[in-house]
């Protein structure tokens, strides 16, 4: 759709003088809110390219590789690290930029600006956007056990899918996880956020992502292209077809067990049953519409010399249902797994290890409030 150049200049002063928001600027002058956002997101570029040039201007830089490496530098500091952007702010031609540098994740490297690993990966097929490149975003070159434990989590609690949500910022190549906003709060922020900076350089901090949900919203080709094609889960919905992925099988027992130690913590449930007048008999339990799932869990807790049985949940027949329960499987549990990293879990075992009893009704906050 072509838009004036006066009705341009009206939407941007009205939005830089935050008198409307974009919402309102599409209703005002009767366009689509994606159409407002790109002629926002136009004029922000424009603005920043023409501080750039005038930045430009005062480099007294002949050597064009010199002057390739300043005008790097500035772009990341702008948040434009894009090669046409740096080559318009050096003034130089493609030809010139591949003559010094081979390429323009050569030129990063070469200046410092990129700090990442997507040039020295097993995997070429996982592609690295330019926001990745700007983040210094890395992938994990091997199968550890904290990629095992990530993929646990990803399979309990995560998804990752394409969105073409251009008013909402959220276009691309999208991956979220998230969980109770009480219960599984300390978690998100203690295990899962450390996680991802120590798997991906990612800093991130967890938010409510809606009312009921806290959790972690990424946007980032690099990381969706590790999880769909290296641990080859599916973009969108998975929940039914879901499994152990082969890579983590092939790692080795350690990581399987980290795997699964990053499934329960996410998406299993530890509760206590009556027996006789005391609600203290501990089960371990696993629900998922999986059945593939299921099966190669009940595989790899015979391995590890689990009782274990599989049923159809009766008040959804579409759902499997793992239970482990008993003392001697917790103990066994325990020894094999640790103890639970979330305090969702860790605080039920850790009441009913003080007191012998398993306390219904009661929240993590207020779990941790008894045990003090």
Known sequence: M??????????????????????????????????????????????????????????????????????????????????RFVLKIARVSHYTLVKHFGSFLGLLVNSGVYQGNCNKLPWPDIKFSNYDILRNIKIPDETTKSVGEFAGIHAGDGSCYLSHDYTKNTAGYCTRVSGHPIDEKRYYDEIVAPLYKKLFNLSIHPTFLKENE????????????????????PSGEKSSIVCIPQSIRDAGEEVVNSFITGLFDTDGYFHFIKRRTKNYFPVIRFDTASKQLVLDLKTEFIKRGFNSYVYLARRNPKLYRLVIQGERNLENWRGIFGSFHSPKHETKFLLWEKFGLGFFNTNTTEREIMLR
């Not at 939407?11 to 009767?30: G, R, V, W």
């Not at 806290?214 to 889960?233: C, N, P």
């Open 214 to 233: 806290y959790g972690l919203f990424i946007a980032s080709r690099a990381i969706y292209e590790f999880i769909t094609k290296v641990l080859k889960f």
């Open 2 to 83: 072509i838009v004036k150049s006066q009705i341009k200049h009206g939407i941007t002063n009205l939005y830089n003088s935050k008198e409307s928001t974009q919402k309102e600027l599409a209703l005002k002058f009767d366009l689509a809110q994606s159409t407002i956002s790109n002629i926002i997101q136009d004029f922000k570029l424009k603005s920043k390219l023409s501080i750039a040039l005038n930045q430009t201007e005062k480099f007294s830089i002949e050597d064009d590789a010199k002057r390739l490496i300043e005008s790097v530098k500035l772009a990341k500091k702008l948040n434009i690290l894009t090669e």
